[in-house]
């Protein structure tokens, strides 16, 4: 018993058995079975929790600020990269639908010129546009091939869909070309188109002598009261007079009428070109001789 009460008269010794022992015995209270936390557990998570969370949410908005920044620096990056490309594919583009209608046009132009070149034995030089007259009493336009060329006064000038006008002045090396829209029955000057219908060259014949301003139409003269021209065929140039070549599309015949002293009758023909937004032609040749 002496020793029990030296032992326990010894304060370190005692305190460390103490201590031993509410550890031993905190180990077997928290390791058994349980449903609920004792109250000092509860009291040390909770104390956690809140300094966490103290310490955590500046933590957090600090790591998360530098996180927009990179991330905002990478958005913009990107945001140029797509503007780079936004504005090379506008480019390529626009590019593209140059090149596609400019070859459109020019397949358009070859199946015309070797149609015609199987129907009648001519030479089509193409030309380019480059100007045109704004006077309305004067229309005329300029292309950019002339006597070195080949090119001749008085030759016929058609476009794709049709027959244009004539040479009327010729350079070394540019034309200028009346269009059909300055032909006047009134102007001793202007020359007539000896005409046709397309499949009925041997039943039809007439004149095509004026051009309507107002309707946008020629009208065609001369035509017999038997002939076999009707609303729709196809008007061309038939090559008598030698002032157009034969086979020239001139429009389509849109009404036909008695005309005005009542022996002959008169039709109105649509044109075939449309007179504006050219971009190549093409000068008729006269036939070559083999």
Request: glycine letters at 8%; hydrophobic letters at 40%; zero cysteines.
């Amino acid at each position: 018993m002496f020793k029990l009460f030296k032992l326990l008269g010894n304060k370190r010794l005692f305190i460390l058995l103490l201590g031993l022992i509410l550890f031993i015995a905190l180990m077997g209270f928290t390791l058994g079975k349980r449903s609920q936390l004792s109250w000092p557990e509860k009291f040390i998570n909770d104390t956690v929790a809140f300094a966490q969370n103290i310490f955590y949410k500046p933590a957090g908005f600090i790591a998360g600020l530098f996180e927009d920044i990179a991330n905002m620096r990478k958005v913009y990056e990107e945001n140029e990269q797509l503007k780079i490309a936004v504005s090379h594919y506008i480019r390529d583009k626009a590019k593209y639908n140059f090149i596609e209608a400019d070859n459109e046009r020019l397949q358009n132009e070859l199946h015309f010129t070797e149609n015609q070149k199987k129907m009648y034995k001519y030479e089509y030089k193409i030309a380019q546009v480059v100007s045109a007259s704004p006077d309305p009493l004067n229309r005329t336009i300029t292309i950019n091939i002339g006597e070195k060329n080949g090119v001749k006064n008085n030759m016929a000038v058609i476009s794709v869909e049709g027959l244009v006008g004539t040479v009327s002045q010729v350079s070394p090396f540019s034309s200028t070309v009346k269009l059909l829209t300055d032909l006047d029955e009134r102007n001793p000057n202007s020359n007539a188109i000896a005409a046709t219908v397309l499949g009925k060259e041997n039943e039809s014949f007439g004149m095509v002598e004026s051009y309507d301003e107002e309707t946008g139409t020629f009208l065609m003269t001369k035509i017999a009261e038997k002939d076999k021209l009707d609303k729709g065929d196809i008007v061309v140039s038939s090559g008598l007079g030698e002032a157009f070549p034969r086979g020239m599309i001139i429009g389509k015949v849109i009404s036909r009428q008695v005309g005005d002293f009542g022996l002959t009758h008169t039709a109105t023909i649509e044109p075939a070109a449309t007179f504006g937004n050219w971009k190549e032609l093409f000068v008729v040749v006269p036939e070559i001789e083999e």
